[in-house]
């Protein structure tokens, strides 16, 4: 039986920079918002919190949900639900983690998120999100990208 695993992430903006982290997968890389997997028991923001920290050396306070959506792999193999939370700095060194496939982590000018391979793809939405515009809609829907 397959499952849908719950992705947490925070977007968390200072001036006018996002804090991601670049995944590599194979001979590929690519950007995500700072998050992870969601453990039995644990709420969605807990979930944030720790896995900001774990992939960044950041201590973040989890804020209000800014944004949902999934990623379903056409064949089926692989579907995720992804919560965005916004986030503030509390303290920490910004750092990689110590997962495998981090390959970096960095404060990203808003102005450079087009050109990314950003997964999933919302780039457009956090940077409405920086500049105090709300999206139109909390769920952004189906988001897949190769």
Same mark, same amino acid.
């Not at 992870?36 to 050396?57: C, I, S």
């Not at 201590?59 to 992804?82: C, M, N, Q, W, Y």
């Not at 496939?101 to 990314?116: H, K, Q, S, T, W």
């Given at each position: 039986?397959?499952?849908?695993?719950?992705? !947490? +992430?925070?977007?968390?903006?200072? *001036? %006018? @920079?996002? #804090?991601? &982290?670049?995944?590599?997968?194979?001979?590929?890389?690519?950007?995500?918002?700072?998050?992870?997997?969601?453990?039995?028991?644990?709420?969605?923001?807990? !979930? +944030?919190?720790?896995?900001?920290? *774990? %992939? @960044?050396? #950041?201590? &973040?306070?989890?804020?209000?949900?800014?944004?949902?959506?999934?990623?379903?792999?056409?064949?089926?193999?692989?579907?995720?639900?992804?919560?965005?939370?916004? +986030?503030?700095?509390?303290?920490?060194?910004?750092?990689?983690?110590?997962?495998?496939?981090?390959?970096?982590?960095?404060?990203?000018?808003?102005?450079?998120?087009?050109?990314?391979?950003?997964?999933?793809?919302?780039?457009?939405?956090?940077?409405?999100?920086?500049?105090?515009?709300?999206?139109?809609?909390?769920?952004?829907?189906?988001?897949?990208?190769?």
């Amino acid at each position: 039986m397959s499952r849908i695993r719950v992705r !947490a +992430a925070v977007l968390l903006l200072q *001036e %006018e @920079t996002v #804090l991601l &982290v670049r995944h590599r997968k194979g001979s590929q890389t690519y950007w995500l918002l700072p998050g992870g997997g969601v453990d039995f028991g644990e709420t969605a923001p807990e !979930a +944030a919190r720790r896995e900001a920290a *774990e %992939e @960044t050396g #950041l201590e &973040v306070e989890v804020g209000d949900l800014a944004l949902a959506s999934e990623t379903i792999a056409p064949d089926g193999s692989r579907h995720v639900l992804h919560l965005v939370f916004m +986030a503030s700095l509390r303290g920490g060194s910004l750092k990689v983690g110590s997962e495998e496939r981090l390959a970096e982590v960095r404060f990203v000018p808003l102005a450079d998120l087009p050109g990314l391979d950003f997964h999933p793809p919302m780039a457009e939405v956090v940077c409405d999100l920086a500049r105090g515009r709300a999206p139109d809609r909390l769920y952004l829907g189906r988001l897949w990208k190769a």
